[in-house]
């Protein structure tokens, strides 16, 4: 039997040829709004690990996508924090730690300190030393 009508690319799937006898399943890492459109890279901030999607999911706190396409979003490194899924990890500052996973360091508590960037634990001051912001505090 002959074809009466086209019809439409199902959600989630997509074809840019004329006279197409199929559609395409939009691939992992892009969606498909339209099916007469090529697929969409997931933003920066989202990702989409399964084909014939028509969004991308976004990053969940603590985990980042930063470049386009992202079939997962990664989790925060320890040392690390991501406040901005669509962003590279930030080294965690000093006076503070960062384990994997987090979206801000956590400060170190009294009579401990940090003193470089992109730490996961505080050292213990020692005998004679005050923390320098602890010190600060004091002579204000």
């Known amino acids: 039997m002959g074809q009466v009508e086209c019809t439409a690319c199902a959600a989630g799937h997509y074809t ?27 933003s920066p901030g989202t990702a989409n690990a399964l084909s014939s999607q028509t969004t991308c999911t976004p990053c969940p706190s603590g985990r980042y996508s930063a470049q386009l396409g992202a079939i ?37 508590k009294a009579g ?3 003193t470089f960037t992109g730490q996961s ?10 923390r320098i912001s602890y010190r600060k505090k004091i002579q204000d």
Request: net charge negative.
């Open 72 to 108: 997962e979003c990664d989790l925060c490194p320890i040392g690390s924090y991501c406040d901005q899924p669509s962003e590279l990890p930030k080294p965690c500052l000093a006076g503070f730690y960062c384990l994997e996973g987090k979206t801000e360091g956590t400060p170190c």
């Open 16 to 42: 840019t040829k004329d006279g197409s006898a199929q559609c395409n399943a939009c691939p992992i890492g892009h969606y498909c709004l339209n099916g007469n459109e090529e697929p969409t890279p997931c």
């Open 112 to 114: 401990h300190q940090t």
């Open 121 to 130: 634990y505080c050292r213990i001051c020692l005998p004679g030393m005050l």
